[in-house]
């Protein structure tokens, strides 16, 4: 017969230890929220309350509510198994956010719920328990001494549940101050707004969301709806064992066709280049905010500042937590080895379309149909790097080598020098230092000198190679930068002016 102990671990050192478990103050309030959603509420309160050491936060629902055993249930470790297959709307998995978010926070964790007419209150409180090592893990019933009006925010007359957060010890710590509370709760008010944000949108949202009265405004990762986005595909799908999996790529529009506000409110929470990326969703909730998933060669992509304006949306069912490794936190996600090739393709074509975006400052890198736009550089993938040549069969340099007569080997031999003294580090770095590629040659200049030279290059497609007006019209609308006014190359010709 096998020989076995009990050995259960001790109440208050493994909730200790339980605290380390990297949330932030936003993360563990967006763990709280979906117990909220996922109780069928409707509207969600959160409140901030600052008193020095004393501070407190709370977040109330209108919930369905629980029982005193469904309530004791909640607040029990462990309760659930994550094997159990849960709802298809639940935002659940591990039967620990309450307890660990919270506990992540503060000290005391107290939680009141009524439903079907009766109040039920528990809390978790670390303090007691450090003060008595062996009693185990004892639930207190009732709200600490002191605290009882801190749940007058939840009307004991209809269902609902508010959770209260007391001895915020790591929030707020030595030297924290009141100026450093508001500044958390903007930084909490941002996360949550991009957390939920699908399910705040629209005109009948699933739920509203409160912080200290105000409502919680969606951020849109995608920019839906805005006329200079750059590029969204068609919503790409595949079926696994454990549901079904759909991603949409988008390419956001380049800094200047967006306004200052714009620009500053589509950065995010965290900065343009750390908002690149994957965005993975389950049930319509956010699990990770950008980053490419560990996906691409070698070690993986890393985030670029050429591919700021990449973003991809990511759904997958709660069925395939396992499949995707989906954290406690609900903050991490790794996608299955047999999705890494078809979500490599998806972020390879999107992150090509925004460095191409990015490089030409929101010019149209192709034509219609996906034709690339003649440029008059063009790049050479060696073995050991990259080299950048001039491309000969541009309309401004195929002009000058077809008349250059006996100075073709000069031409030749300075486009040569040019090719070899390309300032490449120059370009690099001030593209890092300024965050956007250096500007357009003819940025802010004045019209009547890009008209000489669009003109000057019609008159010799026209005259000298025999095209037809629209055939050089059609082939200077292909060729950067021409194809930037197209006005100006559609006036060219007997029915416009040069």
Known sequence: MTKTRNAPPRAGALLESMRGLGYTTGSALADIVDNSISSGATQVEIQFTWAGTGSWISVV???????????????????????????????????M?????????????TVASAKDGTTSCLR?????????????????????????????????????TLVLWETLDRVVTAGFTLDDFNQLIDRVEAHLAMVFHRLLEGSAPAFA???????????????TGHPAKAWASPIA??????????????????????????FEQAAGPTGWNAQQGFYVYRNRRLLVAGG???LGSGKGWTREESLRLARIQLDVPNTADADWKIDIRKSTARPPVSLRPWLTR???????????????????????????????????????????????DHPAISSVLDRSGELLPAIKAMLSVIEATVPVQRIWLDTAEHKAPPKNRYEGVPSAEILEVVGTLFEDMVGRRGMSEESAKRMLMATDPFQNFPAMVNALGTSGSQ
């Open 124 to 160: 978790w409180d670390l303090d007691a328990l450090a003060n008595a090592p062996d009693a185990g893990w004892l639930l207190y019933e009732g709200p600490a001494e002191g605290s009882e009006n801190l749940l007058a925010a939840l009307p004991g007359d209809r269902p609902g």
């Open 346 to 392: 998806l972020a390879e074509d999107t992150r090509d379309r925004a460095r191409r975006v990015f490089v030409h400052r929101g010019s149209p890198g192709t034509q219609p149909g996906d034709k690339p736009i003649g440029q008059a550089w063009r790049s050479e993938h060696l073995k050991d790097g990259v080299r950048y040549r001039i491309d000969l």
């Open 209 to 223: 969301l409160k912080l200290n009265g105000r409502a919680v405004s969606p951020w849109d990762p995608f920019m």
């Open 292 to 294: 490419w998933l560990g």
């Open 97 to 109: 956010g309450l307890k660990t978010a919270s506990l992540s926070q503060c000290r005391r964790l």
């Open 237 to 262: 799908r595949t079926h696994t064992h454990a549901g079904e999996i759909s991603v949409e790529c988008h390419v956001l529009p380049y800094k200047d066709r967006m306004t200052t506000k714009e």
């Open 61 to 95: 629902d209108d919930g369905i509510g629980m029982t005193d055993g469904e309530l004791e249930s909640a607040m029990r470790l462990g309760d659930k198994n994550p094997l159990v297959t849960r709802a298809a709307w639940d935002l659940g998995r591990f039967g």
